[in-house]
Each structure stands twice: as C-alpha cells, then as structure tokens.
C-alpha cells in the first residue's frame, strides 16, 4: 500500500494550506465554539475578514496557477457562503475540514471537556455542512488550534478521512516528510525550522501577517530541506486583519505581495507545489 520510500528521493514539494475560519479566533473559557477578539469588548464571533481575505487569497493563487487545501470551519463557511458562492469560488482546490465552531476538541485551552459522541457529532456535522456548501467531502482535517487526540484520529478514520494535518514536526537532516499513524490516518505535519538568528520558525505565515517576520524569514527556512513536503500555513482573515485591528488597503496589500513573494520564490527554487488530498493519492494509494 505504502510507495512512499520510492519516490521520497529528493523531492521538494510544497503545499499552501488556509484555515478558514472566524476572524482572529480566540478560544473562550468554559465555551466549546471559539469568539472573535474582542473589538469594543465584544467576543462575537465576526466573519467579515475571513469573507474578504478568502476571495483575496484565492484570486492569488488563482492568477499564480497554484492550488491550495483549505481548511473550512463549516459555521464559518456557510457565513461566507451567504455572501459569496463559495462553490464556485474554490473550485480547483481542495476542501478539508477545520471543525464545526472551531472547538478546542482536546479542552485544553477552554477547560471544556468533549465526549467521544460529541466528538463525533461535531466532525460529523461539519463534514455534512462543507459537502453540502462545496460539493466535496473532505478527505483531511486539522484541528482548531492544533489540538488533537488520538480519539478524534481514530474518529476521522472510522469515516473515510485520509489525512490530519494539525501537528508541528521539526525538519530533521533536511527532511520533513508525512508519516503513517496508527489510526490508519496519514499524517501530513506543519514544519519547523531555525531562523538566522537561531530562533524557531514555524511554517503558519501568522507572524509574518503580524508585522513580527519577514518574507525572507520563510525564504530561509524553504532552503532548509531538501526532501519532502513543507506545508506553509495561513489564516483567511488573517490577511485583512490583525490581533492588534483590520488593516488599511495599503497594508492588506503588502500583505498580499509578501504571500505572493514567499510563493513566487519557492517556485522559483524549483519546489512543486501540491494539495495534500493529492500528495496522499500520489505517494500512499
Ligand atoms: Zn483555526
């Protein structure tokens, strides 16, 4: 079943990864769903940048003639689909999962403990929603947060899911490869390397968004395998909007260019970029 070791030989690909999901979530003690950051001291969940930053980021990688895996919250999604036709808009890219309300299915940021049930029901739910709103079942899932436990592995198994990409795994002697689970799950791992200054980076571009790196922070850690598959990771919201407030034209702008720059770049130094329902078709089935 598993071909991987054949074709593992000095291959450099890469893969643009979008979670979309409520703007600058936050997870709320004692509340399974995640709220927004607070604006006026209001938590409420808001769903306005996440619409904008997604037809922004899609109309990059459209006119880059790259396709991503986007991760959709399903309450999120069906937000942004009465405003948009979201259908239509990621047809050519992947759909995968990111929970229902973004729940912290481990509670170990809200303190909220979820049952196997419930567990289920809410991967359930979600996968439902995102079929029903994008015409495709997702094949793979990462958890809001990161969060993840071998019960919901198993979960996702039991109901035809491929993948998880919801862990942090350090590239090791210029590699960073996925990796078969018990669960029967392949997992595809976010990666993380060392910057020039000896500091750890991580492949989620979110630093960069916040003004804290540069383009040229992850231009470097692109330099740093030279085999396997470096998934790079963003928010769609994230695009618009900060921790700190919305950004103005000319800074979602910027922004836009630093993405643009990082994924021109890759190509660039001749890495292949690929969704990861396709690398798990590719190199396991
Ligand atoms: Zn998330």
Same mark, same amino acid.
């Given at each position: 079943m598993f071909k991987a070791s054949i074709y593992f030989q000095f291959m450099r690909l890469a893969a643009i990864t979008i979670d979309?999901?409520?703007?600058v979530n936050m997870p709320l003690p004692g509340r399974r769903e995640a709220g927004s950051a607070p604006r006026d001291g209001n938590d409420t969940p808001r769903f306005a940048s996440s619409t904008q930053g997604l037809s922004l980021i899609v109309e990059l990688l459209n006119d880059m003639s790259i396709r991503g895996t986007f991760f959709l919250e399903a309450d999120t999604a069906r937000h942004i689909a009465s405003e948009v036709n979201i259908r239509n808009m990621l047809r050519g890219h992947e759909i995968a999962s990111h929970g229902h309300s973004h729940? *912290?299915?481990?509670?170990?940021?809200?303190g909220v403990f979820i049952d196997i049930a419930e567990k289920a029901n809410i991967i359930d739910k979600a996968s439902q929603i995102i079929q029903e709103l994008t015409g495709q079942f997702p094949k793979g899932f990462r958890a809001p947060y990161q969060n993840i436990d071998n019960t919901v592995l198993e979960l996702l198994a039991e109901r035809?899911?491929?993948? *998880?990409?919801?862990i942090t795994n350090s590239i090791t002697n210029g590699r960073i490869n996925p990796h078969a689970l018990s669960s029967g799950l392949i997992e595809i791992p976010l990666a993380k390397g060392v910057d020039a200054n000896g500091k750890s980076i991580h492949s989620y571009l979110w630093p960069m968004h916040e003004g804290k790196r540069q383009p040229g922070d992850y231009l470097d850690l692109l330099d740093q395998y030279d085999d396997g598959l470096l998934v790079l990771a963003t928010h769609s919201w994230h695009i618009v909007e900060t921790f700190t407030g919305p950004l103005s034209r000319s800074l979602i702008d910027s922004n836009l260019d630093n993405v643009r720059m990082i994924l021109d770049e890759a190509l660039e130094k001749g890495i292949e970029f690929i969704t990861l329902d396709k690398y798990v078709e590719k190199f396991y089935y």
């Open positions: 979309v999901d409520r703007d729940e *912290d299915l481990t509670g170990k940021k809200t035809g899911y491929l993948y *998880d990409s919801s």
